[in-house]
């Protein structure tokens, strides 16, 4: 069973740092690409960024500058390192993977996703 599950998250103060983790199961890394969404409330999940299997990255005018997204092959985790945490960034992060992650992330086609994490908070105050 293809699964993905998150960890990380939580609270940071403006300007700070959080790193969110994606480990998944089922599967190994090469084999799918993986894709970073965001649903703050009342607002419509957004990709923000996305790692292809030959490590090619994108990122969303809005994180790019800030936010990077990697990948450990032997710890078949995804990370997304995010800094310069500001006001407008709180939202509920997922993590996704599927064969066309690219074209989720920039695109908006979400059914290139095969699988979605189960999603964790990340909240920025003071």
């Known amino acids: 069973q293809e699964q993905l599950v998150q960890s990380g998250g939580g609270l940071a103060q403006p300007g700070g740092s959080l790193t969110l983790s994606c480990v998944a199961s089922?599967?190994?890394?090469?084999?799918?690409?993986f894709g970073w969404f965001r649903q703050a409330p009342g607002k419509e999940r957004e990709g923000i960024s996305c790692i292809h299997t030959n490590d090619a990255t994108y990122y969303d005018d809005s994180v790019k500058g800030r936010f990077t997204v990697s990948k450990d092959i032997a710890k078949n985790t995804v990370y997304l390192q995010m800094t310069n945490l500001k006001p407008e960034d709180p939202a509920v992060y997922y993590c996704?993977?599927?064969?066309?992650?690219?074209?989720?992330?920039?695109?908006?086609?979400?059914?290139?996703?095969?699988?979605w994490g189960q999603g964790t908070p990340v909240n920025v105050s003071s």
């Open positions: 089922g599967f190994t890394l090469n084999t799918k690409g």
């Open positions: 996704a993977a599927g064969f066309d992650a690219w074209g989720a992330v920039i695109g908006g086609l979400l059914g290139g996703i095969e699988v």
